[in-house]
């Protein structure tokens, strides 16, 4: 594993940057930003995965961020930690994170300017559908719900070596045409999606305990988030449920996740929102479910963060993946 980069020369050859494949769109919304990142939506409706490996060095403002495809994340070099969700994870050489779909998450850099190699293979939901089409159904075995809070599998383990194996062989298809590329592709794919689901549901991914940093107070504000995002909530009403100051949650908050506890609850209320969207949901329902004052407000937030309406997103979801299920 360790020697990865001499012995896979295929991700020298794709090095490609991923600001060309994907964008991080900030959304302002009473003057806070918040980001989403997305595949450029120039791609094809047939590029349902992409492999990217990336040299470039991060700012230590990196932003806290979400997006609409499941990424495969491993470290190659340097001294970085990542912040999944709740969890601060410090990680080493070789490590692989699974970051779900709308799963808030960060990289933390401690040194710019340090050499900082990775690589991120980004799977776009019809990938997972189209991988259950004569399998087991694969297409919600990387969801939050389902692996959480296990996102880490550590270099020294089988299922990392198979992933890495199979992403090895995913940057050979990518950059060269070969017999049947599809079908192989299609392989690996559901080999990386079962092993990582193996392992994060198991006792044995938990991380030790020098691994991982977690906050019982961004834990519980959280989970108060979850369970009432249908309803008002305000920094007062969360602290008030903890029995903490509103100013004490703020600034933890604020320290430990990168954003404020406001710009976490429109995340995760457009997170669901897009959802619901795109699962049929009538409108207006989404728009109480997700916790918005009113359908006005939820119109005019989404669009902003979005970039179309709701209806507009929900014909372009319905005609890509028609697009994508063309012969």
């Known amino acids: 594993m360790k020697d990865m980069k ?6 020298r050859q794709a090095n490609y940057a991923a600001s060309e494949d994907v964008a991080m769109q900030p959304v302002l919304y009473k003057n806070q930003v918040i980001y989403e990142q997305q595949f450029y939506q120039s ?8 492999l990217a490996y990336d040299t470039q060095p991060l700012q230590p403002d990196f ?4 997006h609409s495809f499941t990424e495969i994340y491993m470290l190659i070099a340097g001294e970085v930690d990542y912040l999944v969700n709740t969890e601060i994870y410090h990680l080493q050489p070789g490590d692989i994170m699974i970051i779900p779909i709308n799963c808030p998450h960060q990289t933390i850099v401690h040194q710019p300017g340090l050499p900082y190699e990775r690589i991120n293979l980004w799977i776009k939901p ?6 259950s089409s004569n399998a087991p159904d694969l297409s919600r075995c990387l969801d939050m719900d389902v692996i959480s809070p296990n996102h880490l599998i550590p270099c020294a383990t089988r299922e990392n070596e198979v992933i890495c194996t199979a992403i090895e062989q995913l940057a050979i298809l990518q950059n060269e045409k070969k017999f049947a590329g599809d079908i192989l592709a299609e392989g690996f794919l559901r080999q990386i999606v079962v092993y990582a689901y193996e392992y994060c549901r198991t006792d044995m991914s938990r991380p030790p305990q020098d691994r991982v940093l977690r906050n019982h107070l961004i834990t519980s504000a959280i989970d108060e988030i979850s369970r ?6 305000t920094l007062e009403s969360i602290a008030s449920s903890l029995f903490v100051s509103k100013y004490h949650l703020a600034h933890t908050f604020k320290q430990y996740m990168g954003v404020s506890v406001h710009q976490f609850v429109i995340n995760r209320r457009l997170a669901k929102a897009r959802e619901m969207v795109n699962a049929g949901f009538p409108l207006k329902n989404v728009s109480a479910e997700c916790g918005f004052s009113n359908y006005s407000n939820f119109y005019k937030i989404f669009r902003t963060h979005v970039g ?6 929900r014909a372009a979801g319905k005609k890509h993946a028609e697009k994508g299920k063309a012969p």
Do not use: N
């Open 6 to 11: 001499k012995t896979s020369p295929s991700f």
């Open 63 to 66: 932003p806290l961020h979400i």
């Open 228 to 233: 009432h995002l249908a309803e008002p909530i």
């Open 308 to 313: 179309m309406s709701p209806t507009e997103y």
């Open 126 to 131: 019809e990938a997972l559908e189209k991988l």
């Open 43 to 50: 791609k094809s409706p047939d590029t349902l995965w992409y």
